[in-house]
Structure formats: structure tokens, C-alpha cells
């Protein structure tokens, strides 16, 4: 169905290909996971697909893309719309219409389906996707997550042939991401549906590949093969097949059910250890003591907020300590985004009131308050207006009265390898975030903010993000982050407040709020419950 001879892709500038020499062919009815680190690559070869490389982003592609027997370099994107449907890292730019059934049901009018086939299919698809109740709702007002959906969802309705997804659960909940996967595993298994997608998160859509597709770096062939094959190779990889590594397992687990059938001898072995048992106690009591009133960063009281109809926060009760890591958990929509919009001033409140340090967000000038809180939003193009990488850090040096070249020196650490006249339109949804991340670090604020922080980013990325911010916690910096990345959660925070429906249900130790839901468990507290360990790294540690 889908098939690369010798591609290379190369855009105007750049020193040297892209991708190059790739040899690919995804059969009709398969789902194809496109793995490997950031920047090497995986988004142009979707875009290749679609035939938005190089037709949109421009550049020159050498060799031949073919889907369903047509050639992308003579077919435009506007001639596979039939047969390839794609959504991107960032939803936003694909939408057209204002609400949620307008969007779901503009692509099928674009290719002059009947109107009763259109209705049908927006029906199956608001059900399919938990749209049902945000039908009439402006795309505008969704958060990110929901956004998603309902983008996933508007290349669903026209029934393409082929699945382009890049990213496509990195900004859903637990349950959400899969319920969308599940989705796609049934239009594949019963309809024959050809899915090629990249995604970092590995740990939720690694088991239902049929292939993996891995690109290990720049220059280095793509390794095509069985999932476990892969895994086994790959310098990218979920919790549950680290641990399966750590233990020798072979073949190597790819599911929380098949690593709980091969863990007996390794929670034997923990149990045993003569380190395991304070290890375990001290992975149960992380937490950071509550400061008082005085020194608090944060502190919401009785917050409520009011968007339009709908009551997006109710009585949200919220303390944060100097030094404490907080991640706020819950479903899409259920108000973390707006909480921290709320913290860093862009939201007034509606009822309740907040504090950061001893300033009122919503009534304290800009200037002021960047020296106190800093916000990183989910879409990074909002703090992002240079023309290249440099201006972008030169211009935060400034705002932030910092060194010159603090902030070029923060994003090598976190992302090395970008050069300083890349325009940030030309990066991956990833690196934008992680330049956004450092342009915001550069001031130190005492309290950072982090909107989904880790989408987009590869193992190694993430691996570079917690160890800045657990420096920036051990120097009493306090990180608040809104994630439903549940092994970031596990391997970073001291706390987790889950939300629902604007309120706070449950608000304690990470250990504790973790484990004892089956959403937000990661996978090694899963597969080695009821022991207390919730990272590969913890367990490592306690085997030595």
C-alpha cells in the first residue's frame, strides 16, 4: 500500500539530507509504528506520504513515494485526499471550520459524499472518539487534548484507505489515548485500514504495531521488523521492555500482562534484597514538607473560573512549597490548562483567589511577573516570534536580564544540535517546545509552569528535562505541570492533584495517588505491584 524506493529528502539550506536511502514497504492492512529520537527524521517521512513533502514544505525528494499505486512527486496532497488521511503533531493548523460536527464533516463534503452517509458517519464518529457531547461546541474553546480528538476524528469520517498519524495520543489522557488506538486497531483489523504513525510515547501503542519501522539516527539505515526484534535494538523504548532488559527476559515483553507473567522471580529477587526495603520506604515517603503560609509559591483558595457557559473551575484548593514538584492529572478538559493560565495571570478569576509569592497574578504587569512565575503552554509557537533559533535566545537574555548566552546554553543542554540560524518554524513540534522551555528557564522563575511539557519529546529529551528541573527543584524552584505523561509523573514528582470536571478529586504523595489508579499507574508499578517501585531506574537501584 505504501511504499519508499530509495528516498532521500532534502530541504533548501540544510547541509545534508534529512532522511536518506530509505527502503519501505507497509503492507494493506497493517499498522506500521515509525520509531526512533527526535529530529531524525520521522515527520518528514509522514509528510512524504501525504505528499506534503515536497510539495507544501518544499526541499527536494529523491527517489520514489508510492500510495496505492500513485507517485507522490506527481500527485499533489489535494489528489491522495481520497486515499491518505493525515493528521500532524499540531492539530491547530488543520482545521477549517468553527465547531466540532462542522469539522468532522467537512472532509467528507470536500470529496461530495451524500448528505445521508456524512450524517452516519459523524454520528459513528462522535461516539467512537467521546465527541458526543462537544458536537456544537467552538474548536476554539476545546482543550488540547479534545483538539486532537476531534482532528483525529475529521480524517476518519471520508474512510481514507491509509492513516497518517504523527503523535496522534500526545496530547490525550490515559483512558482517551485508548480509546483512539483501540479505534485504530479495529479499522485495521476489520477494514482493512493501512496505518503508518510516529509516536515517542512507545509504551501506549508499541503492542498494537504489527511492524516497527526504526530510524536510529541521522545516517543510519532503518531497521524494519517484529516489535519485540525492534525493541530489543532500539535506543528508544518503553518502561516495561527496560525492565525486561534490566531482567533478561527474553522474548522481550511488550505488554504490562506479558512482563507480569515473567516478573515472579524478579519480585522475589526485590524482595529479598537487603537494599530493597529502605529503598522501598524511601520511594513510598517522597514528598516535600509543606512550607508555611509565608513561604509558600503558590497558593489558590476557593478558585473558581467561569469560561463562556461552562464552569471550567470550582472550588480548586491549591498550596505549592518551594522546592516541590506538582503534576496536575486528569481527563481532557478538566481544567488544568486553565489553572495554570490562572497562576501565571491570563485567566481572571471568577471566584476564589490566587497568589504567587506575594503578587496577584491577573493584576501584576507582565514585566514584573516574569520574574516570579513562568508559564510553557502547550502550543510553544505562542512565546515563539524570531526568525531563527538565536534571536529567539538572544531576545530571552534580554527580557530576562540574564548572561548573554544563557539561554543558547540551557537549550544545548536540553536538546543539543540545533543550530542557531534554524527558523523555529522549521523545527519538530518537540524541539519548538523544548526552545519555548528554555526561553522561559532563562529567567529562573521560583515557580515554573509546564503545559503537557514532554509532548513531542523522545526517551533521551525527557531524560535531559527531568534532570534540569530536579536541580531547578533542589535549588527551591517549585514546578507545577499539567501531563498526562503517567512515567514522567512517576519518575519526577513529589505530588500528584488529579482533576475532574474543574475540581480537585485526589491530591497526595505521587507513590500514593499513582498506584492506586489504574490510569495514572505507570508501568512497572503494574507489573511489579503490590511492591511499591514505579521506574525502571528505581528498580535498578535496588538490584545493586
Known sequence: MIRFEDVSVTYDGASGPTVRGIELHVPEGELMLLAGPSGVGKSTLLGAVSGLVPHFTGGTLAGRVTVDGRDTRTHKPRELADVVGTVGQDPLSHFVTDTVEDELAYGMESLGLPAPVMRRRVEETLDLLGLAGLRDRPIATLSGGQQQRVAIGSVLTPHPRVLVLDEPTSALDPAAAEEVLSVLQRLVHDLGTT??????????????????????????????????????????????????????????????????????????????????????????????????????????????????????????????????????????????????????????????????????????????????????????????????????????????????????????????????????RDLSEGQRLTLALAIVLTAAPPLLLLDEPTRGLDYAAKGRLVTILRGLSARGHAIVMATHDVELAAELTHRVAILADGEIVADGPTPEIVTSSPSFAPQVAKVLAPQPWLTVTQVREALT
Open 195 to 424: 496505518v503508518l504513525m510516529a509516536e515517542h510515547r512507545l509504551e501506549r501503542v508499541v503492542q498494537y504495531a504489527d511492524q516497527v519501522a526504526l530510524l536510529a539516527g541521522p545516517g543510519e539505515p532503518l531497521l524494519v521488523g517484529d516489535p519485540a526484534a525492534v525493541m530489543a535494538e532500539s535506543p528508544v523504548y518503553p518502561p516495561v521492555v527496560g525492565l525486561g532488559r534490566l531482567a533478561g527476559w527474553s522474548p522481550l515483553p511488550l505488554t504490562v500482562r506479558d512482563a507480569r507473567r515473567a516478573a515472579a522471580g524478579l519480585r522475589d529477587e526485590l524482595a529479598s534484597s537487603p537494599s530493597a526495603a529502605e529503598r522501598a520506604a524511601s520511594v513510598a515517603e517522597r514528598a516535600v514538607p509543606r512550607a508555611p503560609d509565608s513561604e509558600l509559591l503558590a497558593r489558590v483558595g476557593k478558585l473558581g473560573v467561569r469560561r463562556g457557559r461552562v464552569d471550567a473551575l470550582r472550588h480548586v484548593e491549591l498550596d505549592v512549597s518551594p522546592g516541590e514538584i506538582v503534576a496536575l492529572m486528569g481527563r481532557n478538559g478538566a481544567g488544568k490548562s486553565t489553572l495554570l493560565s490562572t497562576l501565571v495571570g491570563m485567566i481572571k478569576p471568577t471566584a476564589g483567589s490566587v497568589r504567587v509569592g506575594d503578587a496577584v497574578p491577573h493584576k501584576t504587569a507582565p514585566r514584573d511577573l516574569i520574574r516570579k512565575v513562568g508559564l510553557v503552554p502547550q502550543e510553544p509557537r505562542d512565546l515563539l516570534c524570531a526568525d531563527t533559533v538565536g534571536a529567539e535566545c538572544a531576545a530571552a537574555d534580554k527580557d530576562a536580564d540574564a548572561e548573554p548566552g544563557s539561554c543558547r546554553e540551557l537549550l544545548g543542554e536540553l536538546l543539543p544540535g540545533i543550530a542557531d540560524g534554524t527558523h523555529p
